[in-house]
């Protein structure tokens, strides 16, 4: 069966919408702590963010809105975040805490491979990664290697990117670990596609907009990539 991976940003909310999207049919579940100049992210996430610090969601609001959620659900949950989260709660603090509210792992999306090896999460990888950085991401990664579709933020997008075949098929070939790709996957089509090239797919600015509109909505559409992917089992 594919893994689908749906992102949400930490809000009073979340376990909530966490638990409908987990019953629609989410495996894993990313967990976005805000911060202000999120480079990796596109406008849907970049304004959920800015929403989220409105509503003032820091650090230790994130923390407990995790452990609010793992009481709901027993996927795993990965907070992804950036660096600067880290270097201002102090980085083997932030992680004792995470790991203590439910979480499984992170993802920290500016941090290099070779930086921080002791703080175990999820890598990403991208076309533009290297074979030198493939390997080295894929051998310190933390239970899948991430492959970002394009180069550029998330975002919805009308197709899939041509650029994750040659992507997969370079990671394919040094490592055994599940591949699971993101940003750009928004629709059932785009999560077929790319689950016949890869073990699963990550889902965020369209899953954070219908979030947006509600627990239903966010089952709903959570509901129609599930019935997507195990599609592919039957065919």
Do not use: N
Not at 46 to 62: H, P, S, V
Not at 70 to 89: E, G, K, N, Q, W
């Amino acid at each position: 069966m594919k893994t689908l991976v749906v992102y949400l940003m930490a809000m009073p909310d979340t376990p909530e919408l966490a638990q409908a999207a987990v019953e629609a049919g989410a495996d894993i579940v990313e967990i976005g702590f805000p911060f202000s100049d999120p480079l990796a992210d596109g406008p849907v996430v970049r304004r959920a963010g800015e929403r989220a610090l409105a509503a003032g969601m820091r650090t230790d609001r994130c923390l407990e809105v995790l452990a609010e959620t793992r009481a709901r659900v027993s996927v795993p949950l990965v907070p992804m975040t950036y660096s600067s989260i880290f270097d201002a709660h102090g980085w083997e603090r932030l992680e004792s805490e995470a790991r203590a509210a439910g979480a499984t792992s992170f993802i920290v999306a500016d941090l290099p491979a070779d930086d921080r090896p002791e703080l175990r999460r999820v890598q990403l990888v991208a076309p533009t990664s290297t074979d030198e950085r493939l390997r080295l991401a894929a051998t310190t990664t933390d239970g899948w290697l991430y492959l970002v579709t394009v180069t550029g933020t998330t975002g919805a997008r009308p197709e899939l990117a041509p650029s994750l075949a040659p992507l997969a098929e370079r990671a394919r070939s040094v490592t055994d670990m599940p591949l699971y790709a993101g940003f750009g996957i928004s629709t059932p089509d785009h999560a077929r596609a790319a689950a016949e090239l890869v073990d699963g797919i990550v889902v965020g600015s369209r899953a954070v907009e219908a979030a947006e509109q509600g627990p239903a909505e966010l089952a709903r559409f959570v509901g129609s990539l599930r019935g997507a992917l195990d599609a592919l089992a039957v065919i």
